[in-house]
């Protein structure tokens, strides 16, 4: 480590420790508390780091980054989980994470840690397709609580903007931003999923509070509820795409045969579980256009250096270009792979994992 690496990380380090003591002046931590990791605590690059304290009748997950303090990042998150609490507080079963302390300077914020599986430590260790799918309709279940709690207006889909999105990334200066997909691939599948676009035009669907970024390390199943964290993107929305992510996070990192996969690119019978939880939506059509839109715009998301730096990012990449390629370019294997390796083996524990 050089002099200027070290000098930033000694005040990194300080303004950290600072911030833990502005968080034990309110009695819920000492003043010397212990800090541990978190397992399942996802991204501490940059600014960023999240930790375990234990306080004498609770142990908080305590976030912390130097930077939110300029764009009130912890406090529109606290008031979006209180928000997302009271529109749920009917149905006692679906909760969110509770907040215990929001900085005073916005560079760190204090919620309860649950140390409960999330949806994707369930389906790492599920035994049984039935047990599989109880993963996919759990998580159905809490999504429809919220949405059917918060429906208004109906809004009509325009995804005009693909195009243009896909545009920019292939052809950006920095090859950070731009997708690891071959070109010739990417042109292809682009022209299936502007032809999707095209079709949800116009569709009129309800306006929602939405999570934003519903994945499953992002549900705990507690024994008696089931606990969202991290609403930060949460906002008023299409629901077509809270439902994709979710679908796609977890049934990425199954290994379905060919034929068990439906137009949406997800296994048919865990898109029926969750939608047994969800309940009604949209025409399946619709739905099934939305889930390709979605997972087309993840792949393109995973970039060349993204795909260099680490396996799991390369995993996911494998998978999205199986499942892709069997539902917009059926008949070609452009990988030569197995047709749909998972994120990672089915019985691995989880790397969340409490």
């Known amino acids: 480590m050089d002099k200027d690496d070290k000098t930033a990380s000694q005040s990194f380090e300080s303004t950290l420790a600072a911030a833990i003591g502005r968080f034990a002046a309110t009695g819920l931590i000492a003043a010397d508390a212990e800090r541990r990791p978190i397992a399942r605590a996802i991204l501490e690059d940059g600014p960023r780091k999240v930790v375990l304290l234990a306080g004498a009748g609770s142990t908080y997950a305590f976030k912390y980054n130097p930077d939110a303090a300029r764009s009130g ?71 429809g609580a919220l949405h059917r709690a918060t429906a208004k207006k109906t809004d009509r889909i325009d995804l005009d903007w693909i195009e243009g ?80 992510d979710y679908l796609i996070d977890l049934d990425l990192r199954c290994n379905p045969e060919a034929d068990e996969i439906g137009l949406s690119g997800i296994v048919e019978t865990h898109l029926g579980a969750f939608l047994k939880g ?22 393109c998301k995973i970039t060349l250096f993204a795909f260099a730096g680490d396996p799991v990012v390369r995993r996911r990449f494998l998978a999205q270009q199986n499942r892709l390629t069997h539902v917009l370019l059926p008949g070609e294997n452009v990988t030569g792979s197995k047709p749909f390796s998972p994120i990672r083996p089915s019985r691995m524990r989880s790397p969340n994992a409490p």
């Open 165 to 244: 999105h896909v545009a920019k990334l292939r052809h950006h200066k920095s090859t950070a931003v731009r997708p690891h997909a071959p070109p010739a691939i990417l042109d292809r599948m682009t022209a299936v999923i502007l032809d999707d676009a095209a079709a949800l035009k116009g569709v009129e669907v309800p306006a929602v509070f939405g999570h934003g970024d519903f994945h499953g390390g992002h549900l705990l199943f507690a024994a008696d509820r089931m606990i969202a964290l991290d609403c930060t993107a949460s906002r008023r929305s299409n629901p077509l795409f809270d439902i994709a």
């Open 278 to 299: 969800y309940g009604p939506t949209v025409e399946r059509e619709v739905l099934d256009r939305a889930i390709r839109i979605s997972m087309f715009l993840k792949f």
């Open 73 to 143: 990042e912890f406090a529109k998150e606290a008031q979006r989980l209180s928000r997302m609490a009271r529109y749920l507080r009917d149905w006692p079963e679906f909760a969110v994470i509770d907040v215990a302390w929001v900085d005073p300077l916005g560079e760190a914020i204090a919620s309860r840690f649950d140390p409960s599986p999330t949806a994707r430590d369930r389906l790492a260790a599920a035994e049984t397709e039935a047990a599989r799918r109880s993963v996919f309709e759990r998580g159905g279940r809490w999504l």
